[in-house]
């Protein structure tokens, strides 16, 4: 039974973080899609703005991995 718990855990540490991303990023998509449309310059830091949540993605596969392994 420990197993599952501990599957059931790994799974919420990434799928958590993963749908934060998702929502997080479709509002910064949005907005940036409206910016680029009036200031094109600023295309590398709308780049950087959409990169920036995927790093809770993956901080949530190393304490998955973290999990499963301890």
């Known amino acids: 039974m420990e197993k ?3 599957a ?3 799974a919420l540490a990434v799928g958590l973080p993963a749908l934060a ?3 997080a990023q ?3 998509g949005s907005a940036g899609a409206g910016t680029l449309a009036e200031k094109p310059e600023l295309t590398g830091t709308i780049i950087i ?4 949540p995927e ?3 993956i901080l949530g596969f190393v304490v998955a ?3 499963l392994v301890l």
Do not use: G, H, P
Not at 49 to 52: H, M, N, P, R, Y
């Open 55 to 57: 790093t809770m993605v």
């Open 65 to 67: 991995a973290m999990i």
């Open 21 to 23: 991303t998702a929502w």
């Open 49 to 52: 703005l959409l990169a920036i």
């Open 8 to 10: 059931f855990a790994a």
């Open 4 to 6: 599952v718990w501990l």
């Open 26 to 28: 479709s509002r910064i």
